[in-house]
């Protein structure tokens, strides 16, 4: 089992910034492949950004590229998001997910995420 929490989100403005982070415990975490995804009211879960276990590669969403930064710290268990330049657009719920490392392949997919966080809001006001 891998457990995840998340923290960091909030109320900003249109054009302000965030930094989300995801403690994770239980099993190894350089097991695992780091994602973010996010769900706004009344829309389904989708994919933000992702990074590789050694943090060597990483994935993001064409909404998000040049915004967004995906990092990890290993020795820390922890992911993190960088959110710049937000947007009303980008209000929702933001989830940390971990997806075994042989399915890099599938990492924009959210059936295959073996575990998540609980999530946290993230509003952006205009």
């Known amino acids: 089992q891998v457990q995840l929490v998340e923290s960091g989100g909030g109320l900003v403005q249109a054009g302000g910034s965030l930094r989300l982070s995801c403690a994770a415990s239980?099993?190894?975490?350089?097991?695992?492949?780091m994602g973010w995804f996010r769900q706004a009211p009344r829309k389904e879960r989708e994919f933000v950004a992702v990074?590789?276990?050694?943090?060597?590669?990483?994935d993001s969403a064409d909404s998000v590229k040049g915004r967004f930064t995906i990092s990890r710290d290993n020795a820390e268990n922890t992911v993190y998001l960088q959110m710049n330049s937000l947007k009303p657009g980008d209000t929702a719920v933001y989830y940390c997910?971990?997806?075994?490392?042989?399915?890099?392949?599938?990492?924009?997919?959210?059936?295959?995420?073996?575990?998540w966080g609980q999530g946290t809001q993230v509003t952006v006001s205009s």
């Open positions: 997910a971990a997806v075994a490392s042989n399915r890099w392949y599938a990492r924009r997919e959210v059936g295959r995420y073996d575990y």
């Open positions: 990074i590789s276990r050694s943090g060597g590669s990483t």
């Open positions: 239980g099993r190894t975490f350089t097991s695992y492949a």
